[in-house]
């Protein structure tokens, strides 16, 4: 049954988004009802894919979440934006997709203004019709974003699907900020429906997310209206089902990510015109929010989670995000090239921003690349104070070692570890603060791995592990602020031989367990994989692989 404007609860006028005036970040999602005879358009497909068409770039559409989706159908919008990418998953064949070409296919699109989109796709856990979820990683507004889009059954039990989906969505955005838009097939205009709880909460990962129409006051529930709330579970319908208007149709954005949020639902064709589908298209907008800093300790992506970097052999800067208990999420390239080489790390906020940035040597320079909030790099600044000089020595971002409040730099040497100590950043400017150079460990340093767990003694100063490249010997080294360090301690679960652990880094704390934790590489045949180890009350534990085969083509972690 088509949706009416007399089958409304009331008119939306009030809370209508207007192209001219809606926040930046534009998203459209439509369930087109390709398939079937009892709601699938009869224009032509030309016809109906110019008035879609018309509809996105009216709307200046940053990501537009197709649903019931035949093959003919995406691929004709793919030919007819081509500012956008498009990315596509079947999820069965459907004889209905006739009607549009002769591929039956049937599925879920997404499309993203841009000439970039990475896709992500997965089934869903069902006994009836496949339901999958798709997702397309791109820059949107000019801030990469995972966009995805899914089409939840309520066969499937308890939430619709809801919890699978996001569990594959969180996986995927590794931090990112997240945009999900899709016929969810959860709620009615009058009564707020729990089984999309888990969009709702998000996950550690993911964060909570906001609903693109919580805010429209014109289909508040009478509840909602008493209680005076500003935000309400209730939304506009977007489809009739057996005479009753539904909201089956949703748009969540990750609160962090996003404020102002806003959206209506509307029939994008004039009264009396041949509709598109039996569904309105809904369409959201908001503002883009800065994601601060966490707070903790080599997490660069914001989720309150350490990651950790790698420069791989051609040249590109990847990011590995804790996905927590010592997982990671699939790398993310943050830096396309011109890394070969160089000497990446991070620990500490060199801007002034309150988010961790990355420190690296490349060539002769050091450089501080701020860090935008979810992993992504802003343009490399030079270190003030000694921007150049760094070809045969190693720096690693340290954190506050001298308990200045400050982050500091080591630098291993021939002559041994030295520290240097950060500067205040005066207008986001990174620098050294004009004092000496102070020696705070011995020759042989030159020829261990230096790496940082940060506080492991529990005094309040970052720590020092060394691993002797000669014979895989670990040792902790207690910080002393800018005093010498500690005499070293051995751990055990070693020896962490070069030759069987190539690359070793350290996050700190990744299982929120009180000891520092290990990610290295583990040589396997003619490949390696990578292992994590849990640290325990006397040094890393038993190790077990998080990622399989490809990590020999690393060239360092940081």
């Not at 104070?385 to 070692?401: E, L, N």
């Not at 060394?466 to 207690?478: F, I, K, N, S």
């Not at 640290?535 to 399989?548: D, H, K, L, N, Q």
């Amino acid at each position: 049954m088509l949706l009416t404007a007399a089958m409304l609860p009331g008119p939306a006028l009030a809370d209508t988004v207007e192209p001219a005036t809606a926040p930046p970040v534009r998203t459209l999602s439509y369930n087109v009802c390709g398939a079937s005879a009892a709601c699938r358009s009869s224009l032509d497909l030309p016809t109906w894919t110019a008035a879609v068409k018309q509809q996105v770039l009216a709307w200046d559409t940053d990501a537009l979440l197709l649903q019931e989706l035949c093959f003919g159908q995406w691929a004709a919008l793919r030919d007819a934006l081509p500012g956008y990418t498009a990315v596509w998953t079947e999820t069965t064949q459907a004889n209905g997709c006739a009607a549009w070409s002769t591929d039956r296919r049937f599925g879920l699109g997404v499309l993203v203004k841009g000439t970039e989109a990475h896709s992500y796709r997965a089934n869903l856990t069902t006994e009836k019709e496949p339901r999958a979820v798709l997702c397309a990683r791109a820059p949107v507004d000019g801030r990469t974003t995972l966009v995805c889009t899914t089409h939840l059954d309520q066969a499937i039990k308890p939430d619709n699907g809801s919890s699978e989906a996001l569990s594959h969505i969180d996986a995927w955005a590794a931090g990112l900020p997240v945009v999900l838009g899709g016929d969810l097939n959860a709620g009615t205009a009058s009564a707020y429906d729990p089984v999309l709880d888990p969009i709702r909460h998000g996950l550690p990962g993911t964060g909570p997310f906001a609903e693109a129409d919580e805010n429209d006051r014109e289909h508040f529930t009478s509840a909602c209206l008493a209680q005076g709330v500003s935000q309400c579970r209730s939304g506009e319908p977007t489809v009739v089902v057996n005479a009753v208007p539904k909201k089956f149709d949703h748009v969540f954005m990750s609160a962090r990510d996003f404020h102002t949020v806003r959206a209506d639902a509307f029939e994008p064709q004039p009264e009396g015109s041949v509709p598109l589908s039996d569904h309105l298209m809904l369409r959201a907008a908001a503002h883009p929010e800065p994601r601060p800093g966490s707070g903790v300790e080599g997490d660069l992506t914001g989720d309150g989670r350490p990651d950790f970097l790698a420069v791989k052999d051609d040249g590109t800067l990847r990011l590995y995000s804790g996905t927590g208990g010592g997982g990671v999420a699939q790398a993310r390239v943050i830096g396309n090239g011109g890394w070969s080489g160089a000497a990446v790390s991070h620990r500490g906020d060199w801007t002034g921003d309150g988010r961790e940035d990355v420190l690296a040597r490349i060539g002769d320079a050091l450089w501080v690349y701020p860090n935008k909030g979810s992993g992504e790099l802003g343009p490399r600044i030079a270190m003030g104070g000694r921007p150049v000089g760094w070809t045969h020595i190693t720096p690693f971002a340290a954190g506050d070692i001298d308990g200045d409040a400050l982050p500091d730099v080591l630098v291993r040497s021939v002559t041994g570890l030295w520290l240097h100590r950060g500067a205040p950043a005066v207008d986001g400017m990174p620098a050294f603060a004009p004092r000496a150079t102070l020696n705070i460990g011995d020759a042989e340093w030159a020829g261990f791995d230096v790496l940082l767990p940060g506080d492991v003694t529990g005094d309040g100063r970052p720590d020092v592990w060394g691993r002797d490249r000669a014979d895989g010997t670990l040792r902790q080294y207690a910080g002393r602020g800018n005093q010498h360090l500690a005499d070293g301690t051995g751990l055990t679960g070693g020896p962490f031989t070069v030759a069987d652990r190539r690359l070793a880094v350290s996050s700190g704390d990744v299982t929120g367990d009180g000891f520092a934790d290990l990610w290295t590489t583990r040589t396997s045949g003619t490949a390696e994989n990578l292992e994590f180890l849990p640290g325990t009350a006397t040094g890393p534990g038993t190790p077990s692989t998080v990622g399989t085969g490809g990590w020999q083509w690393l060239a360092s972690l940081g």
